[in-house]
T-cell receptor, first 113, second 114 residues
Framework: DAGVTQSPTHLIKTRGQQVTLRCSPKSGHDTVSWYQQALGQGPQFIFQYYEEEERQRGNFPDRFSGHQFPNYSSELNVNALLLGDSALYLC????????????FGQGTRLTVV | AQSVTQPDIHITVSEGASLELRCNYSYGATPYLFWYVQSPGQGLQLLLKYFSGDTLVQGIKGFEAEFKRSQSSFNLRKPSVHWSDAAEYFCAVRVSGSARQLTFGSGTQLTVLP
């Protein structure tokens, strides 16, 4: 049983560029959440997708957007990259949107230069 | 807004010694509480969770945690630490009901001495 898979594992982008990160949820899960983890900090909630809609959003600017596909996989898009966007981006999947256990992927390490 | 505090940034223990990692949360409603572990360059692995019921919960890898409502705490414990336990540990909270997000503490880095 594959767990949560994220791609790519590492990425280097230039300031001002755009990036797309991908996540496949654990088998049987229908909800995907995205988190940003800056170096030395705990993960910060970006947003959650359920039934192909954004259900809740954390304190992140509109440069951060997402999408969920009918097969429950998800993408995180970040436009106009800033140096401060450099972080580990974690995807978590769960069954149902509320009050269930979340399983995390290994993350995508984004470096903005 | 809810918040999670892990007062110890870094803890060092000797292999075989006992361990306690502290976690305090700030929220009035009944929270759902979690402890996650993260090895270098890896994602988060769930160690244990508290939703309701018995306030002492058992997790994987020999860890346990106790929910104390009066102290707003959910401390993680292990009676005998192994070298492989060296990692970063995160406490997280989710408000019960309609909330969807996990709020994490800033983490405690555990070093295990041989």
């Amino acid at each position: 049983d594959a767990g949560v898979t994220q791609s790519p594992t590492h990425l280097i982008k230039t300031r001002g560029q755009q990036v797309t990160l991908r996540c496949s949820p654990k088998s049987g899960h229908d909800t995907v959440s995205w988190y940003q983890q800056a170096l030395g900090q705990g993960p910060q909630f970006i947003f959650q997708y359920y039934e192909e809609e954004e259900r809740q959003r954390g304190n992140f600017p509109d440069r951060f957007s997402g999408h969920q596909f009918p097969n429950y996989s998800s993408e995180l898009n970040v436009n106009a990259l800033l140096l401060g966007d450099s972080a580990l981006y974690l995807c978590a999947s769960s069954l149902g949107a509320v009050n269930t256990e979340a399983f995390f992927g290994q993350g995508t390490r984004l470096t903005v230069v | 807004a809810q918040s999670v505090t892990q007062p110890d940034i870094h803890i060092t223990v000797s292999e075989g010694a006992s361990l306690e990692l502290r976690c305090n949360y700030s929220y009035g409603a009944t929270p759902y509480l979690f402890w996650y572990v993260q090895s270098p360059g890896q994602g988060l692995q769930l160690l244990l969770k508290y939703f309701s019921g018995d306030t002492l919960v058992q997790g994987i890898k020999g860890f346990e945690a106790e929910f104390k409502r009066s102290q707003s705490s959910f401390n993680l414990r292990k009676p005998s630490v192994h070298w492989s336990d060296a990692a970063e540990y995160f406490c997280a909270v989710r408000v019960s009901g309609s909330a969807r997000q996990l709020t994490f503490g800033s983490g405690t880095q555990l070093t295990v001495l041989p």
